[in-house]
């Protein structure tokens, strides 16, 4: 599908949909359960939500992943394929349960440093996510491991040094991508420098502008220059772009600069909006209208569906109220519609044939091959 017909399909489905549809299409959602709840399946059929993001609460076994991706899937209409997402970064953030194929830590692959290899593994990683239903990896992270003080980065970043970050970080989205998933990297503009968990409080960065452009924001750059299918904002205040909110929250950082001055055409998803940066410093509602004011796409709440209803009720109430905010509604679900309409989920049809991919000899190769070469102090 070419640009004008992604746009000319993406304003006709739009026409169809209610101003709540329209809402809708900016949430993802995370639940509690190892089942997809009654409410969500029918909050996904109404078309009031984009998607949903998994967590290993979610994912016992493979049985039930596949079980869950595959009722996501079935609750949505046809049209409104869904954002079907799990942080499958690698090393310490992977969400998936054996025999799911897991990269090993960023940090080992920045060592490694072999652009063909984190490809095919990204790949090989990509096929068996496709498998179990997946459409979207909130991978890679392209940090800058620029503080060794740094609670939440450390071995989730490639490297220290920024250019092989953006080399190691774009390989893993091309893999991603060729293996038929969404890529999305984080954490824009960059989470390496903070003393602080974003899970926990409100982190802030005092880099000069100069020093963000020669560290923090040199693979986010790359990563613009290559398209990259999405970026996940960071709930980070960077006193040199913008002091008096945090990325997230940024019309500065998102809409002016990356929009702008870059020229991102691609998803911007917010960072969970129920994190400690932002629960403990905003209210839920207002911060999810604050997030696509400032330019997001999609807004993660990942925890509870009851504060996924209530963002909706935010982003319908200002919607009627403000004109302007209406247009950044429409705009948001253009593009996350056209997202997921290009990249649906896939599930196998059976579970058997899910078991084949991820026990089949190919992808099993190129794992080994980053065993035997993995430094043994990573």
């Known amino acids: 599908m070419t640009a004008p017909e992604s746009t000319a399909f993406g304003s006709r489905l739009l026409s169809h949909l209610s101003l709540p549809q329209l809402c809708g299409q900016l949430i993802v959602v995370g639940f509690q359960s190892t089942d997809l709840p009654d409410e969500l399946a029918s909050d ?13 609460r979610n ?39 054996e025999p799911v194929r897991t990269l090993p830590s960023m940090r080992t692959l920045g060592c490694i440093d072999d652009v063909p290899l984190i490809e095919r593994a990204a790949e090989a990683v990509a096929t068996g996510l496709v498998a179990l239903g997946f459409n979207c990896n909130f991978a890679p992270v392209l940090d800058v491991d620029s503080n060794p003080l740094n609670p939440v980065i450390g071995d989730r ?26 890529a999305c990297g984080k954490h824009f503009p960059g ?14 960065v005092e880099r000069s502008l100069d020093e963000l452009q020669q560290t923090e924001l040199v693979p986010f750059r790359e ?60 209210n839920l509602q207002s911060s999810a209208v604050e997030a696509i004011r400032a330019g997001c796409d999609l807004v993660l709440v990942c925890h509870s569906t009851q504060a996924a209803s209530q963002v909706l009720d935010a ?25 997921r309409t ?15 991919v991820l026990l089949g000899t190919s992808g099993q190769q190129v794992f080994d091959e980053i065993r035997r070469r993995s430094p043994p102090d990573t």
Request: proline share 6%.
């Open 157 to 182: 970043s490639f490297s220290s040094e920024p250019h092989q970050v953006a080399r190691c970080g774009l390989a893993l989205s091309r893999g991603l991508n060729r293996g038929g998933v969404i």
């Open 44 to 56: 996904l059929a109404a078309g009031l939500r984009a998607g949903v993001i998994l967590f290993r």
């Open 223 to 282: 990563a613009v220059a290559q398209s990259i299918d999405a970026l996940m904002t960071a709930h980070v205040v960077y006193s040199a772009l913008d002091p008096s909110a945090p990325a997230t929250l940024s019309r500065a950082i998102i809409t002016e600069l990356l929009r702008s001055q870059w020229g991102y055409q691609g998803l911007v998803i917010s960072d969970d909006l129920e994190m400690g940066a932002i629960g403990q410093n905003y």
């Open 191 to 204: 989470h390496g420098d903070t003393l602080h968990d974003s899970h926990v409080q409100l982190p802030r």
């Open 315 to 339: 982003l319908v109430n200002e919607a009627e109220c403000s004109p302007e905010f209406c247009d950044r509604v429409y705009e948001s679900a253009r593009r996350s519609l056209l997202a």
């Open 59 to 97: 994912t016992p076994t493979v049985a039930s992943t596949w079980m869950n991706c595959c009722r996501v899937l079935a609750a949505c209409d046809p049209q409104l394929a869904p954002l079907i997402a799990v942080d499958q970064e690698g090393g310490r953030v992977s969400r998936l349960p």
């Open 342 to 356: 290009r990249c649906p989920p896939r599930p196998a049809a059976q579970l058997t044939e899910v078991e084949a």
